[in-house]
């Protein structure tokens, strides 16, 4: 392998993909290291590390739907408040709308009031 001042540095992915050649692709270990520029002794470390921590994969996938789950809950709040703001802005509308023909009822009631009895409805 020789005395590189530069050490390549391998992603997760690229190191998945390393060790599936021998997994899969049931190629030698030796081969493989060979091609890729590394020792075997690395190749059994990022072996070794796979088995011990492959199991997180499986809990993340287990606890997701609680984040989810959770993801969900604050998705429907935001709804139901935006809803609330939707409602209270159709009764605004609503009353701003009215408003014309109520104030056109209220001087028509009030007018008719005045010319009947003469003081404003009052009795």
């Not at 899969?24 to 190749?43: L, N």
């Not at 072996?47 to 997180?56: A, I, K, P, R, V």
Request: hydrophobic content about 30%; proline content about 2%.
């Amino acid at each position: 392998m020789g005395n590189n001042s530069k050490r390549r540095r391998y992603s997760g992915d690229e190191k998945i993909s390393i060790l599936k050649r021998h997994f899969v692709g049931k190629e030698r270990i030796s081969d493989i290291c060979e091609q890729v520029g590394v020792s075997p002794t690395q190749f059994y470390k990022w072996q070794s590390e796979l088995f011990e921590q492959g199991s997180s994969v499986f809990e993340r996938t287990n606890s997701k739907p609680s984040a989810s789950k959770r993801e969900t809950q604050l998705v429907q709040q935001e709804m139901e408040r935006l809803q609330r703001l939707l409602d209270r802005k159709d009764r605004v509308i609503a009353r701003i709308t009215m408003e014309p023909s109520t104030i056109f009822v209220w001087c028509w009631t009030a007018t008719a009031a005045i010319s009947s009895t003469g003081n404003c409805g009052r009795q």
